[in-house]
């Protein structure tokens, strides 16, 4: 048998008896918005990367429930209780997950290059132990790190497989060990979470957020601009150089024009969002870049108006690569 730990990937804070892959910091849960933390205790993007000549792997797991914080309206009762091997953009077997302790065996076919195992996220996972058969393994090449903060776009509703959201096509398309630290429902540009981000060893940091700062919780455009602001300062008295790409929030056709609570339209706050950017940029930060998120997905691509489907998911990330290869780490 062999140590998971050392195969896991996507998970850059200590976990707990209770809560074994958090997406937050387990101390802070009480200074965080109680939204933010239920998503953060749902290991979304949480992975093993397989390296070897081994036909197979006995996964051996326990799950605390049978499913948690499903990814969106519509999506098949399955997702997120299924283990997912990929290579690649190819998904090539799911497994499906059992409440309670269990073990799966999932055959592996890629050769010399690495397999994807995304856990069953919905289900509270926690691997166990790993067993090789008829062959031998080791863990995937270490990974620059990339921390992906945002909502629920980011979390990869309303994608119908772990491993097709936007970040996770990107992580493995681009080499990077992306944590997702997409929070549905959530993600406003907490001060606890730019401290999260802080904290955290990492080659690059992307931050997209802002829709529900138009919903559920109204912003103006004043308060969104005040709060990014502070929000980046924090990020960076932990990665002064750390290349940081911000994207503004993509096209949601209810609010583009339509005034939150407080007077503010999506698209306000996505400007002021922009111009905020845009000045720390010519203030003299070159390792900040500006994405205007109203360019990387057309409205025909949102599965309900708000998220994006598989296509939008493949979309944003084709969109996106460029970008992040240019901004990231010898990406």
């Known amino acids: 048998m062999l140590d998971p730990l050392i195969f896991l990937r996507g998970s850059p804070f200590a976990g707990t008896p209770e809560i074994s892959y958090p997406r937050a910091v387990t101390a802070d849960a009480p200074r965080l918005p109680g939204g ?13 990367e397989l390296q070897g000549d081994a036909e197979a792997v006995v996964v051996a797991y326990r799950t605390e429930c049978d499913a948690r914080g499903p990814r969106g309206p519509g999506v098949g009762v399955g997702v997120g209780q299924t283990f997912e091997m990929w290579v690649g953009d190819s998904l090539l077997a799911t497994a499906p997950a059992v409440h309670g302790e269990g073990t799966v065996e999932l055959p592996l076919n890629a050769g010399t290059r690495t397999t994807t195992v995304y856990l069953p996220e919905r289900m509270r996972p926690t691997v166990l132990s790993l067993t090789p058969v008829g062959g031998s393994l080791e863990p995937g090449p270490p990974r620059p790190r990339w921390l992906a903060y945002g909502d629920s776009i980011v979390e990869g509703w309303v994608a119908s497989s772990a491993g097709s959201s936007w970040p996770a096509r990107l992580g493995r398309r681009l080499g ?56 980046l300062t924090v990020v960076r008295q ?16 209810d609010a583009e024009t339509t005034p939150n609570r407080v007077g503010a339209t999506l698209d306000d706050l996505r400007v002021a969002m922009a111009s905020l950017v845009q000045a720390r940029i010519d203030g003299g930060d070159p390792s900040l870049t500006l994405v205007h998120g109203e360019t990387l997905l057309d409205e ?30 010898g990406t």
């Open 300 to 329: 025909s691509l949102l599965a309900d108006g708000v998220h994006p489907g598989d296509d939008g998911h493949a979309v944003m990330a084709d969109r996106l690569e460029p970008v992040l290869r240019k901004a990231g780490p």
């Open 238 to 253: 932990g990665h002064p150089d750390t290349p940081v790409v911000v994207t503004t929030p993509i096209r949601r056709p």
């Open 36 to 48: 933010t933390w239920q998503a953060a205790s749902i290991p979304v993007g949480v992975r093993l």
């Open 176 to 231: 990077l060990d992306v944590c997702n630290l997409g929070y549905a429902g959530a993600a406003r540009g907490e001060i606890p979470s730019a401290e999260h981000l802080a904290s955290v060893p990492a080659a690059l940091i992307s931050i997209s957020y802002g829709t529900n700062c138009w919903s559920t919780i109204p912003h103006t455009a004043e308060l969104l601009r005040a709060g990014l602001d502070v929000f």
